[in-house]
């Protein structure tokens, strides 16, 4: 039974082209920071669950009054975060580098707001 991604592939060609651009910048001398790319994609698979739990734990200590909305804006921040880390190689690899790099730029901003709302717990009546 055919798949409905071949008859869209075959009005499109869009998954073969994608195929044939991963295929061509794996064997291009730019592999080597795929490689680097893909490894920082598993660590970031394994570590961001780790980094979110030590935060987690200590929002009551840091905030306090405030531990509720920490919790919330921790969550959705870092959940942003870990969305566009994960999307950054993907769109790379697709040979969608304009996007990845916004991916790329949104997950660095999110960084930002968070080490901001825990440098000054204050800022946190901002969000």
Sequence with gaps: MPRASDAVDSLTHTFSMDRAY???LLNSG???MVAEL???HQWANSAL????SGLAATVEKRFGLRAEKARFWNLIL?????RDLRLMP???LRGIDSEASAALR???EHVGVL???WAYPGKLDAL
Excluded: E, K, Q
């Excluded at 669950?49 to 979110?52: G, Q, T, V, W």
């Excluded at 870092?78 to 870990?82: E, P």
């Design 115 to 117: 080490t901001h709302i």
């Design 38 to 40: 893909l490894i920082s």
């Design 22 to 24: 991963c295929d061509a």
């Design 90 to 92: 993907y769109l790379v």
């Design 106 to 108: 949104r997950a660095l």
């Design 49 to 52: 669950p780790a980094c979110y």
């Design 78 to 82: 870092f959940d942003g975060v870990n």
């Design 30 to 32: 730019n592999a080597d």
